[in-house]
């Protein structure tokens, strides 16, 4: 004889176009509101106290009102705890919830989250940089470490006078001796980068979308082509500054690299007054992805990339516009002047 089983029931009642619904019951027996027998099974021994406590003070002679509230209290308080629910966990009693909070404490176990990956960088291109990763406006070194890098404006104290020169100096002289030590090492860096023609190359762009002459829409397409020739040209360079911290990649390194970034970008900016106030910029991943790739690719470095107007590639006329561009051309030229 085949045993009737749950599966065989559900199957039934598929048959049937019934819906087997698993739901959760609680099984508990409720005395009054919250309170279970359960409940009252494990509140017990604090009755039984209670009770102790009663007789003892009844032999005394000290039983009174206020003795009697006090000798129910550990019971009721007992009962209170079981019977209280926790109010995101209805399922949960305030007395587990303890209980839970206190293996919690007493548990010997540690959690740590760690970044560490084991790859073989020997035929990496990072190998040869010393960067792992680009991530929360940090470079991730091969030697554990973060790297948070400063953009700072400068001054030109060559043409300033000699007491505004003196008091940069001073002033410079003062931050230097006012960096806190858990900063070092610390790093100030020159850096020479293509020229960055962007802005101008953006003006120009606009001015080709509003001009309906076909010849001086060629005229400033050739001209935009040789600005960013200008552009990977190693003759025309800007230098910026840069200030680099570094802190090693632990559990607390993010944030202690965070806190010195801006403490150190203040100090900068209070640094001088008026108007040889120093800029700082604190580089997030874009810009760190841009100066690394300055320093692996220098003459593509500014290129323009994002420059996607239609104006953008080759124009094509047919011969007869041809004709009369190259006529027009001539034309002109004998009377003007470039």
Known sequence: ???????????????????????????????????????????????????????????????????????????????????????????????????????????????????????????????????????????ETLDNRLVKVLKVSTVNVSLMSPSDRGRVFESYQTFLNDIPREFFDIQINQIVQPVDLKNYLIDIEQAMNKERDVNKRLLSQSYKNKIQQIQKSKNMVSRERYVILSAKNNSKGLNTIDRNAETLKAQIENMLYGRYRLETTILDNAALEDLLYMAIDYESAQTNKEMSSPFNSFLTVSDKEYTEMSESWKEKEKYTIY
């Not at 049937?16 to 698993?22: A, D, R």
């Not at 919830?97 to 010997?108: D, S």
């Not at 960088?121 to 940090?138: E, M, W």
Request: hydrophobic share 45%.
């Open 1 to 139: 004889m085949q045993e009737y089983s749950a599966e065989m029931a559900r199957e039934e009642m598929k048959k049937k176009g019934k819906v087997l619904l698993n739901l959760h019951f609680d099984t508990s027996r409720y005395i009054i509101g919250n309170i279970r027998f359960i409940d009252v099974l494990y509140s017990a021994p604090f009755l039984l106290l209670t009770i102790l406590t009663l007789i003892i003070l009844h032999k005394t002679h000290l039983l009174n009102t206020v003795t009697l509230v006090i000798a129910f209290i550990p019971f009721l308080f007992s009962i209170a705890l079981l019977s209280m629910k926790d109010t995101d966990r209805r399922n949960v009693n305030q007395w587990n919830k303890i209980l839970n909070k206190i293996n919690f404490i007493k548990r010997e176990k540690t959690f740590h989250f760690t970044k560490e990956v084991n790859i073989h960088l020997s035929q990496d291109i990072r190998a040869k940089l010393g960067i792992f990763n680009i991530t929360n406006g940090c470079y």
